[in-house]
């Protein structure tokens, strides 16, 4: 019998999408699938011992300037990934993250307007490991900002005053996807949660069917 290898997979979309209600059904599924143990839910910025203080700083409504909110960003990522992501994978887990490289790219790059060239050769100085699949939960910022609104009292980055800045953010995602379409899948978001999450597991279980062939 084979075992499977773990895999890294990362979820995407603006503020609003859906990220961490379809984290949580993935991970129920893909946890009835692999077994108990298999799976590790994790998110930036923020998912490890020392991120609590880096979040806060990133989204408790201080002001930063788009340099020093890059670099916290960027270290929030690696203390995440030595402490947590890369052991689970190499332990064999899979590994379902809320946000990540692609994050960093559209929201510092197309949102704040730092050039995506110097953002790429920082992400690849950092050695930061590409994901196995990226889910994009594709939706537009309307739907996406009624939503947030209906919840609860939003932080420094969710509350970006400038017009436009959600928009942005948006066209960068949807740029990322057209450039590395072997990747990100994108998933229609603004459908309703159930259908999104069938959508969800039938690309990820392909991912998983591809990988357990590619092992045999
Ligand atoms: P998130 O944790 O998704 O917020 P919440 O849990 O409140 O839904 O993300 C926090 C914010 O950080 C979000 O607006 C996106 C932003 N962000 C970046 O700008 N760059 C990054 O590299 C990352 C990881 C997040």
Not at 102 to 108: N, P, R
Request: hydrophobic share 40%; net charge neutral; charged share 30%.
């Amino acid at each position: 019998m084979t075992t499977e290898k773990g895999s890294f997979i990362t979820i995407e979309g603006i503020d609003g999408c859906g990220k961490s209600t379809q984290a949580a059904e993935l991970c129920t599924w893909l946890e009835s699938a692999l077994g108990s143990g298999k799976v590790l839910r994790t998110f930036e910025p923020g998912g490890w011992s020392g991120g609590a203080l880096l979040r806060q700083l990133l989204l408790d409504g201080m002001a930063l300037t788009s340099r020093t909110e890059l670099l916290l960003f960027l270290a929030d990522r690696s203390g995440h990934l030595d402490s947590e992501v890369l052991p689970a994978l190499n332990r064999g887990q899979w590994v379902v993250c809320e946000r990540y490289t692609d994050s960093t790219l559209a929201y510092q790059s197309w949102g704040r307007g730092i050039a995506a060239e110097e953002i790429e050769g920082l992400l690849a100085w950092c050695r930061f490991p590409v994901p196995d699949m990226t889910i994009f939960l594709d939706v537009d910022e309307e739907t996406a900002r009624s939503r947030l609104s209906a919840r609860r009292k939003l932080d420094r980055m969710e509350s970006e005053g400038e017009a436009g800045f959600a928009a942005r953010v948006v066209l960068g995602y949807r740029e990322l996807a057209r450039r590395h379409p072997g990747r990100i899948v994108v998933v229609d978001a603004a459908a309703d949660v159930r259908r999104v999450a069938e959508q969800v597991r039938g690309h990820v279980e392909r991912h998983r069917l591809e990988r357990y062939r590619g092992e045999r």
